[in-house]
């Protein structure tokens, strides 16, 4: 990589614009920024693959139809149109219950409600594209250790002793950040005692792109289509409950979900590793500091209850990458900052609220409560209005979108 230049820099490691963390949001952002005349570093504990091949037990990721537009507007969709699965159908139910409610993507005239394709194809397809830009710096594997903020700039230290500096700093580092802990930044959490067991399924029939996601009273139940007629598998439990799933057998574990989630998907046949992941519900109380903006899982880390916390940063890197694109000669002025703040607060405190009443309103063995919940998904079958209101909030576009600089407004 050649060595980044600054207009404004002392030494060899200032920058414009340092992102911390490399994960798919961190790297998304890098990758949208990419013809900007920006001075970009990125900070990341980890070396970045390049070359790694995917596997059955690759956990699956979800894009909405905005993040794929997104991913269109930054010149990637392309490289990661072969490893996407379209999402043609979504089955919505309350187990035990009659009511339904189904999603379509012809009814809503769009060529997928989503796409779903592992976090190893992703990743792998933003880290062959950092490791061909040019005037991007990477600086891995490194981690952050001390930073200090003044008026011009923000300092850090990393933990091989360098110094460097930058303009904005954009902590992409994930529901632990380790930029908020530094600054000691709270955040507002909810604990809801539940555990995510995933793994990675296949059915003896096709799946014809039908993602289900299935209410219980200890959490939703989702399968998500994937290449090779796999699906991937979100079963939300009590915590402490998944380490009994964990530990059986895998004819045990594909009987125990059959029982669980019936077969209307087909029978369960074959099942890769599986992990288990507690669950919370996350956001920061001040996202946007002086000279300093988090992202993604660093701002707010969802609830996987409707498949929103990955697209939630998506759109972040999206309105930043725009809101960048208008900066003139400083990129961290506060009032550029403030700007992204206000565009995203809404849609972020919507999904996040959201989220919340979903997890809450599903998740309990309450009767009557349960009864309501299969006569409003009913209902809702019966009201088009109503769906397409539904269609549009899980595919991403209840909000304004950005252009990131390229002519497509979404």
Same mark, same amino acid.
């Given at each position: 990589m050649n060595q980044?230049?600054?207009?404004?820099?002392?030494?060899?490691?200032?920058f414009d614009l340092l992102i911390v963390g490399g994960g798919m949001v961190g790297a998304s952002l890098a990758v949208a920024l990419e013809q900007s005349s920006l001075n970009i570093?990125? =900070?990341?504990? &980890? %070396?970045?693959?390049?070359?790694?091949? %995917?596997?059955?037990?690759?956990?699956?990721?979800?894009?909405?139809?905005?993040?794929?537009?997104?991913?269109?507007?930054?010149?990637l969709w392309p490289d990661? $149109?072969?490893? #996407?699965?379209?999402?043609?159908?979504?089955?919505?139910?309350?187990?035990?219950?009659?009511?339904?409610?189904?999603?379509s993507a012809d009814k809503e005239r769009v060529p997928a409600l989503g796409q779903v394709l592992t976090a190893r194809d992703l990743g792998r397809t933003l880290n062959q594209r950092l490791q061909q830009m040019t005037r991007l710096k990477l600086l891995c594997p490194t981690q952050v250790t001390a930073l200090e903020q003044d008026s011009d700039h923000v300092t850090l230290t990393l933990d091989n002793g360098e110094t460097i500096r930058t303009r904005l700093l954009v902590a992409a580092d994930g529901r632990d950040s380790t930029i908020r802990q530094l600054l000691n930044l709270g955040a507002w959490q909810?604990?809801? &005692?539940q555990t995510? =067991?995933? #793994?990675?399924?296949?059915?003896?029939?096709?799946?014809?792109?039908? $993602?289900?996601?299935?209410?219980?009273?200890?959490g939703p139940m989702a399968?998500?289509?994937?290449?090779?007629n796999r699906s991937s598998l979100v079963w939300t439990v009590r915590s402490g409950d998944e380490q009994d799933l964990l530990n059986l057998s895998d004819a045990e574990f594909l009987e125990r979900l059959q029982q669980r989630f019936g077969y209307r998907a087909g029978r369960f046949i074959r099942v890769g590793q599986r992990h288990s992941h507690p669950l919370t519900l996350m956001q920061s109380d001040? %996202? =946007?500091?002086?000279?300093? =903006?988090?992202?993604?899982? $660093?701002?707010?880390?969802?609830? %996987?209850?409707?498949?929103?916390?990955?697209?939630?940063?998506?759109?972040?890197? #999206?309105?930043?990458?725009?809101?960048?694109?208008?900066?003139?000669?400083?990129?961290?002025?506060m009032t550029l900052l403030q700007r992204y703040q206000s565009w995203r607060q809404k849609d972020q405190d919507q999904v996040v609220q959201a989220t919340d009443k979903l997890v809450r309103l599903f998740s309990n063995d309450i009767s009557?409560?349960?009864h309501l919940r299969g006569a409003g998904l009913a209902l809702l079958d019966t009201l088009p209005a109503a769906k397409h209101l539904l269609a549009q909030r899980s595919m991403g576009l209840g909000q304004k979108q950005p252009r990131l600089g390229r002519g497509l407004s979404l």
């Open positions: 980044a230049d600054s207009p404004t820099r002392t030494s060899d490691k200032a570093g990125l =900070v990341e504990a &980890q %070396p970045l693959q390049s070359n790694s091949q %995917p596997s059955f037990d690759d956990r699956g990721i979800a894009l909405s139809y905005g993040s794929q537009r997104i991913f269109q507007s930054m010149g990661i $149109a072969p490893f #996407a699965t379209a999402i043609k159908h979504i089955h919505i139910s309350d187990r035990g219950r009659f009511g339904v409610t189904r999603l909810q604990e809801y &005692q995510a =067991v995933t #793994a990675n399924i296949s059915t003896d029939k096709l799946h014809q792109g039908w $993602a289900y996601e299935r209410f219980t009273d200890s399968l998500l289509p994937m290449s090779d001040m %996202p =946007v500091q002086q000279r300093i =903006v988090f992202i993604g899982n $660093a701002a707010h880390s969802l609830h %996987p209850i409707a498949g929103q916390g990955f697209n939630l940063g998506v759109r972040d890197v #999206a309105v930043l990458a725009e809101c960048l694109a208008d900066a003139a000669d400083d990129c961290g002025e009557l409560l349960g």
